[in-house]
């Protein structure tokens, strides 16, 4: 059984962009210039109005956890990491994104604070992993 995780392939140059950061800690997001409607996954348009004129913009790494789920039996390549709790991630920018909540099932919770984890990031694990913030 295979033991190395696989990590996003980019196919455009802005997802080559994207990961490049991520890789170098810097977590962003994108932000339209006609708009200024933020999101994420960066794409190559606004999904507001359809510009293509955007910007990465670097985020502070907090937010609320808006949904959760706890992955007991994960795919084999994943099976060391168990369990997983995997969360939606309201950013305090305003968009979610899904990652990693490094933390037991039992002390998470919809509404929990959280703070993305940069140390964790490199070119071979661009996972996002956040850690729970104390109340």
Not at 1 to 23: F, G, L, S
Not at 35 to 58: G, I, L, M, Q, T
């Amino acid at each position: 059984m295979p033991t190395n995780k696989p990590i996003p392939t980019p196919t455009t140059e802005y997802e080559r962009q994207y990961w490049q950061r991520v890789a170098n800690g810097n977590v962003c997001i994108v932000r339209c210039q006609a708009c200024a409607h933020v999101y994420h996954p960066p794409r190559r348009y606004c999904p507001d109005c359809y510009s293509n004129e955007w910007k990465f913009e670097s985020i502070a790494g907090t937010g609320t956890v808006y949904g959760y789920t706890c992955i007991h039996r994960p795919p084999p390549r994943f099976a060391s990491d168990a369990p997983i709790v995997s969360a939606i991630i309201t950013l305090d920018e305003g968009p979610r994104l899904m990652g990693r909540v490094a933390c037991d099932s039992e002390a998470i919770a919809v509404g929990s604070r959280v703070r993305l984890d940069t140390s964790k990031l490199s070119s071979d694990n661009v996972r996002l992993t956040f850690e729970l913030l104390t109340k």
